[in-house]
Nanobody, 123 residues
Framework: QVQLAESGGGLVQAGGSLRLSCAAS????????MGWFRQAPGKEREFVAA????????YYADSVKGRFTISRDNAKNTGYLQMNSLKSEDTAVYYC????????????????WGQGTQVTVSS
């Protein structure tokens, strides 16, 4: 079994920055891809970004491209989401997830999920 633990959420003013972390533990291999998703109240969970553990190839939703940066530290089994120029519409619970195989923006393709961390952006 794989456990994922997010941290780093909080309250920030519009235009500010936050960095989320996702620490993986448990099985030796937590997956080939780490993704970040978010869910705002009353909305469906949506893809934010993903990164391959081996090559570090990154993928972003159009809504965050140029503002968010996903990265990983293989030695620490930890992924990160650096969020800059935050907007009120970025307010959501952010989840990290991992999957085996190729990357995907579909939440149902991911095998393991963290508990989520709240990000609130005040305007």
């Amino acid at each position: 079994q794989v456990q994922l633990a997010e941290s780093g959420g909080g309250l920030v003013q519009a235009g500010g920055s936050l960095r989320l972390s996702c620490a993986a533990s448990g099985r030796t291999s937590s997956g080939d891809v780490m993704g970040w998703f978010r869910q705002a109240p009353g909305k469906e969970r949506e893809f934010v970004a993903a990164i391959t553990w081996s090559g570090g190839t990154t993928y972003y939703a159009d809504s965050v491209k140029g503002r968010f940066t996903i990265s990983r530290d293989n030695a620490k089994n930890t992924g990160y989401l650096q969020m800059n120029s935050l907007k009120s519409e970025d307010t959501a619970v952010y989840y990290c997830a991992t999957k085996y195989g190729g990357w995907s923006s579909r939440m149902y393709d991911y095998n393991y999920w963290g508990q989520g961390t709240q990000v609130t952006v005040s305007s």
